[in-house]
C-alpha cells in the first residue's frame, strides 16, 4: 500500500509536485523558470549567490509533524483526509532518492527548450544541477538517512540547504553530514503564538523548538533563522524574537512574509490581506536589528524578505562560492 494516499497525491500533481518513491517529491521552483527565461532569480541568489536555474528545489519527507496555518503545503485535514502523516513509512535509500530528483529535474527542465524566450545557457547548467534545496514541504529531518543523502550530493559537487522547523533537535544533533546552509523555522516569538500559529501534532514541539536553539550556535556550517510572518497572527513581539535569535547566534536572520497560496488558502482563517507589506517586514527587521546588533545586509522587495547578518564577517562571507 502506498504511504502517500491516492487522494493526496492527486492533489499535489495537480499542484505540479513530482513524487519521488514513496514519501519525497521534487516540483519546479517559480524562480528556476524565470530564471531560466532570463528573467528574475530569486531572493536566495541575491542574498547568497545561488543559482536559481542550477538549483533542485525537493523534500525528503513530505509529511510534517506541524499544521502550521500560513505553510503552503496541503495536509491531510485540508482536504478532508483522516491520515496520520506521522506514521513511518517504508524508507526509501539516499541514492534512490537523489537519482529520482535529478531525473525529475531534468524532466521539468526538458520543457522549457523549445520556448524561443531561454536562455540557452542557463537551460544547459539547469541540466547539471549545483545546488539541493531539501526544503520543498514537510520535516525533511524525519527521513532517517538525511546525513547520507547530503554526503551523496555533496560527493557530486552540489551544495545543500536544509529547512527544519526546529522540533527534532535529536535529528540534527546527530546529523554526520551538515548541509551547506542550514535553515531553521523561528515561527513565533512565544509558546502562546506557536501553538496558534504551527498547531503541533506531537507534544513538547514548542520544546523542541528551544533546544534546538541551544543547540543552533554548535553547528560548525552557515545558519540561518527564518521568519515567516503573518498579520495579526504572529507578526507581534519583535523583542521575543530578539531574545531567541541572540540564544541561537545564527549567521544569518531573514524575516518574511507569508504568501497567499497553496495550502494556505484552504479552511485556516487567513486572507491575502494578512500578508504584510515589504515595507511592514522592514519596519520589523529594523526593530529585530535594533534588539539584537544584527546588520541589515540587503532586500528583495517582490518576495518581502530582509536579510539581516550577525557582524560584518558574516555579511562579507554570505555568498556561497560555487564547486
Keep these: 500500500m502506498p504511504y502517500i494516499p491516492q487522494a493526496l497525491a492527486s492533489h499535489l500533481s495537480k499542484q505540479q509536485y513530482h513524487i519521488v518513491g514513496e514519501h519525497s517529491a521534487v516540483k519546479r521552483c517559480k524562480w528556476l523558470k524565470e530564471s531560466i527565461l532570463g528573467k528574475r532569480t530569486c531572493y536566495k541568489h541575491t542574498f547568497y549567490g545561488i543559482d536559481s536555474w542550477r538549483c533542485v528545489q525537493c523534500s525528503t519527507m513530505i509529511s510534517c509533524n506541524l499544521a502550521c496555518r500560513f505553510c503552503w503545503r496541503i495536509s491531510p485535514e485540508d482536504v478532508g483526509l483522516a491520515w496520520d502523516e506521522t506514521s513511518t513509512p517504508e524508507w526509501d535509500s539516499p541514492e534512490t532518492l537523489l537519482e529520482g530528483f535529478l531525473k525529475e529535474q531534468r524532466r521539468i527542465v526538458s520543457g522549457y527548450k523549445g520556448n524561443p524566450s531561454v ?106 533563522l527564518r521568519l515567516t510572518l503573518v498579520r495579526k497572527l504572529n507578526m507581534l513581539k ?36 494578512d500578508m504584510p507589506s515589504h515595507e511592514e517586514i522592514k519596519e520589523f527587521a529594523e526593530k529585530l536589528a535594533k534588539e539584537t546588533g544584527y546588520i541589515i545586509s540587503d532586500e528583495r522587495a517582490d518576495s518581502r524578505v530582509v536579510l539581516l547578518c550577525k557582524d560584518r564577517d558574516a555579511e562579507r562571507n554570505r555568498f556561497i562560492q560555487k564547486k
Excluded at 518574511?256 to 486572507?271: I, P, Q
Design 119 to 224: 536562455n540557452m545557457e542557463r537551460w544547459q547548467e539547469a541540466n547539471k544541477p549545483a545546488h539541493v534545496a531539501i526544503s520543498l514541504v514537510g520535516e525533511v529531518t524525519l527521513y532517517p538517512f538525511l546525513s547520507e543523502f547530503m554526503e551523496l550530493c555533496h560527493k557530486r559537487g552540489m551544495s545543500t540547504f536544509v529547512v527544519t522547523n526546529g522540533t527534532l533537535p535529536e535529528r540534527i544533533e546527530g546529523l554526520k553530514t551538515l548541509p551547506t546552509q542550514l535553515y531553521m523555522s523561528l515561527e513565533a516569538p512565544d509558546e502562546e503564538a506557536y501553538l496558534k500559529t504551527c498547531r503541533p501534532k506531537i507534544r513538547g514541539a514548542w520544546e523542541g523548538v528551544n533546544r534546538t536553539l541551544e543547540l543552533f550556535k554548535s553547528l560548525k556550517t552557515r545558519r540561518v
Design 238 to 273: 519583535p523583542e521575543g524574537y530578539a531574545k531567541l535569535i541572540l540564544r541561537a547566534e545564527p549567521d544569518y536572520v531573514e524575516p518574511k512574509s507569508f504568501v497567499f497560496v497553496g495550502g494556505s488558502r484552504y479552511n485556516r482563517g487567513l486572507e491575502l490581506s
